[in-house]
């Protein structure tokens, strides 16, 4: 610990002084980046997850499935941009037997999808010298760097403050860093994706010292150069690392004692929480929608609120929406060839006739049940669905604040508006491994349904829910219903891809969502969970009916697609970071 104590002879500036120096000038140096955006000095973009599944790599949830939309996104504009991410050797995935929901580990090659091996780097943990494999795969303008080796384990195996994450978290920041200069390439921004990329901005600042920059000016370029994007609401849930985790995974791989003295220093206790350290080497902040930004709480080591630029997440549209609504946004002048919404796109909305959506309905109908061959339900049974039948469909992650339970609260409720209009309820999504709590919610949600004798028709749970899923299920459904707690979903990209797919939303007033205004879609709001649960049910019928009446139908659908098409654009998205990061 001797070279961490207060008189170490190494130079040190304590990081609360660099907000007063004025050596750099923001727009300046701001427009300088814009200019050395370029093949060796790409965009990067770090995460802990990426859901990419055509690549090999499955992620979790929102934050992997933003990921890959993004990639594709920079692709598509010719953005040189470098998405740097651990390959998972191994993968979970869910099924149902007698009832019971297990998980199946599949082993995971990263030869089966096109990555080319470059070579390796080290990082020190628990005094051995650990090996990854640095895999490239390139696309036009993009292309995904990815660190791995055969124990890396799974994606989110174990607690998030265990040992097994600060390694997998120190090698994609560490083994990624070293990965960028073995491939020659410079970061022009990097943007760190929640606090588990952390240690990537910790490398360059100790390279930049190592390289015989001042340790004070290495930690203002890096604070220029990092974006910290936010994706989570409360800091007190993160999990923590104790000092004693830091000496053994990450001090061995820190060569500037000054580095180490400073990351030593934010301590507290004991113990550290990554968010704390990001916000002090990211001066550049953005959270993921508008609603986000505003309730977002954190703080700075000082304990000040730490402000974060609203950039609300959005879908790469060419992957997501069904080729014939595509072909007609493009052809109708709705979206440009980037699917960036023209200036007057809603002009050429109000276009949109009922017998449209309906036929484009039939399509994705014909879609989602091609897909769903692959995907047994609750008990084993491949379905299939009418042409004609409404299907309302919840898919997302089971977890809390997202309330999958919700609409069985009332089962004889939700009989009866399934009854009166012959519609079927479509739930999928995958319980996070170990999470009894909601295991025991879904068991709940079975037992409810096969218990009624019309419900076990006309509801089904498809478990290994997974991209291919998601898009069959946005193309084929007709209403999405999307109702976390309101305050508690950062944005969600789910509903976007029911939105451009020409489904009725059904939604709180949450997260992306709160973007445009309550009127906007069918929302459901209430002074309780109760009043909730009235108008969650009230607006299922409504939505039904809303489909048996042409003037309602395009009514509905073209102010769904006036308020939210520019918000569920990924171009737009990655426009806004691009101007954020790179002002003119
Ligand atoms: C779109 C998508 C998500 C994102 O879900 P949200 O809960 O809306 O953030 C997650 N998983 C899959 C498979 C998806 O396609």
Not at 72 to 78: C, E, G, I, M, S
Not at 268 to 296: C, D, F, M, P, Y
Not at 351 to 374: H, M, P, Q, W, Y
Request: some cysteine; hydrophobic content about 40%.
């Amino acid at each position: 610990m001797n070279e961490y104590s207060d008189d170490s002879p190494y130079f040190y500036h304590p990081l609360e002084n660099i907000e007063d120096v004025e050596i750099f000038n923001e727009a300046l140096e701001r427009k300088k980046l814009t200019r050395s955006l370029q093949p060796d000095r790409p965009y990067t973009y770090w995460t802990i997850e990426l859901y990419d599944q055509k690549d090999g790599i499955r992620g979790g949830g929102g934050l992997g499935m933003l990921a890959a939309d993004a990639l594709r996104v920079a692709d598509d504009n010719n953005i040189p941009f470098a998405l740097i991410t651990p390959f998972y050797p191994s993968e979970t995935h869910q099924y149902m037997k007698d009832g019971k929901l297990f998980d199946e580990h599949r082993k995971m090659n990263y030869h089966d999808y096109g990555f080319k091996l470059i070579d390796q780097v080290n990082v020190k943990c628990c005094d051995t010298l650990c090996h990854l494999d640095v895999i490239e795969k390139r696309f036009k303008s993009a292309r995904i760097i990815a660190i791995t080796e055969p124990n890396f384990g799974e994606l989110y195996s174990g607690l998030s403050g265990s040992d097994h994450r600060l390694y997998q978290e120190v090698s994609l920041g560490f083994g990624g860093y070293a990965a960028l200069k073995l491939l020659g390439l410079k970061p022009a921004i990097m943007q760190l994706n929640e606090v588990a990329t952390f240690f990537a901005a910790l490398a360059r600042l100790d390279e930049l010292v190592k390289n015989g920059m001042d340790f004070y000016e290495a930690v203002v370029y890096t604070r220029k150069h990092t974006l910290y994007t936010n994706h989570t609401l409360v800091q007190a849930a993160e999990a923590e690392f104790s000092i004693d985790q830091f000496e053994r995974f990450v001090f061995p791989n820190v060569k500037s004692l000054a580095v180490k003295k400073w990351l030593a220093d934010k301590f507290t206790n004991g113990h550290i929480k990554l968010s704390s350290v990001t916000i002090e080497i990211a001066e550049l902040r953005s959270g993921v929608s508008k609603l986000h930004t505003r309730v977002a709480n954190y703080r700075d080591i000082a304990g000040n609120k730490v402000k974060f630029k609203p950039i609300t997440n959005g879908v790469d549209l060419k992957t997501w929406v069904m080729p014939e609504i595509m072909d007609y946004y493009q052809k109708t002048e709705i979206l440009d060839q980037h699917t960036m919404p023209m200036p007057n796109f809603q002009n050429q909305v109000d276009r949109l006739t009922a017998s449209l959506i309906r036929d484009f309905k039939k399509n994705g109908r014909k879609i989602l049940n091609e897909v769903l061959k692959k995907y047994p339900n609750q008990n084993g049974d491949i379905v299939s669905f009418d042409e004609n039948a409404f299907i309302f469909d919840f898919r997302r992650r089971f977890v809390d604040y997202k309330r999958p339970e919700m609409p069985f609260r009332e089962p004889m409720r939700l009989r009866t508006i399934l009854e009166n209009s012959g519609a079927y309820y479509v739930l999928a999504g995958r319980v996070h491994t170990g999470d009894s709590v909601m295991y025991e919610k879904l068991k709940q949600i079975l037992k409810t349904i096969s218990e009624d004798d019309y419900l076990r028709t006309h509801v089904f749970y498809f478990p290994d829910y997974d991209e291919k899923l998601a898009y069959g299920l946005s193309c084929g459904a007709n209403a999405a219903i999307n109702i976390p707690i309101v305050g508690l979903e950062a944005c969600g990209t789910s509903w976007m891809k029911d939105i451009a797919n020409l489904n009725l939303l059904i939604s709180t007033h949450d997260g992306g969502v709160a973007d445009a205004s309550i009127n906007s879609y069918l929302n459901v709001s209430g002074a309780s969970e109760d009043e909730e649960l009235d108008m969650l049910y009230q607006r299922m019928e409504e939505a039904t009916e809303i489909y048996q009446n042409d003037f309602d139908l395009e009514f509905t659908i073209k102010r769904q697609l006036d308020a939210y098409l520019p918000v569920a654009s990924g171009a737009r998205m990655m426009q806004d970071y691009l101007d954020f990061l790179f002002p003119s």
